[in-house]
């Protein structure tokens, strides 16, 4: 993989990350940037573009349509801010919490095993320590946290909720697997309309104690209804 983008003019003291789904033949099926640095470098590239052009993921479409299997990989890709590959693994081991899924048994709805690679393929990628004060690290950190809320339904109370007077605004930890590890009521609209309490059902801290992991960020989550909601870094206070 060569990465081409000039240097000048992206001159933050960042790394570079994004992830791949590559097919059996190594094609990019599908391609995804956290931070908009990353973001705007990587549709620069060639060989990402040459994935737009070659509409893989339609032909793959294709054959689902057809009945036929389709194999593939999900890489996270981290470079230096010179262009450097700094690291490569598979993005199931760095954000393991997005592949957690539920079951009913019986009545009861309960977390099942999470979704991992087989050992042997593990052992084939070194450890990887995420530094959480990077911006594209903490924009790859902030996807899995809003894929972790999706999936967690919003209580029937809260659904149709509107704050005239701003969003209700919550402070999040989170570990670096993606998952809310506690949180916290920041303003009078969170702490009056929601009690203080995030607004989703079966909502748990830490989401999944078995995974967590230092190390932990802050983010910054605003909610004002169902759908208008945002996730952002926590800025310290000057």
């Known amino acids: 993989m060569i990465v081409n983008y000039p240097i000048d003019d992206y001159e933050q003291d960042q790394q570079i990350i994004w992830r791949l789904l590559l097919d059996k033949k190594g094609r990019i099926i599908s391609y995804f940037a956290y931070d908009e640095i990353s973001r705007n470098i990587g549709n620069s590239q060639p060989f990402i573009k040459d994935f737009f052009e ?3 993921i339609e032909k793959i479409g294709a054959e689902l349509l057809n009945n036929q299997s389709i194999e593939f990989t999900d890489f996270k890709v981290v470079l230096s801010n010179k262009g450097k590959l700094l690291h490569v693994l598979p993005w199931p081991v760095a954000y393991p919490s997005m592949f957690m899924f539920e079951k009913c048994d019986s009545d009861t709805l309960r977390t099942c095993e999470i979704l ?11 450890d990887y320590i995420p530094d959480l004060t990077d911006r594209a690290e903490l924009g790859a950190l902030e996807g899995a946290v809003s894929w972790n809320l999706a999936s967690v339904p919003l209580t ?29 009521a920041m303003n009078r609209v969170a702490r009056s309309e929601l009690s203080g309490q995030l607004p989703f059902d079966r909502f748990k801290a830490p989401q999944y104690p078995d995974l967590e992991k230092p190390p932990y960020a802050y ?10 909601n945002r996730l952002s870094a926590w800025e310290k206070e000057k």
């Open 54 to 56: 070659n509409r893989v």
């Open 116 to 126: 991992s690679i087989s050992p042997s393929v593990n052992a084939a990628f070194e």
């Open 156 to 184: 029937i109370e809260n659904i149709r909720k509107y704050y005239e007077e701003g969003p209700a605004v919550f402070k999040l930890k989170v570990s670096s697997d993606g998952q809310i590890v506690n949180y916290r």
């Open 219 to 228: 983010l910054k989550f605003e909610m004002r209804g169902v759908l208008a």
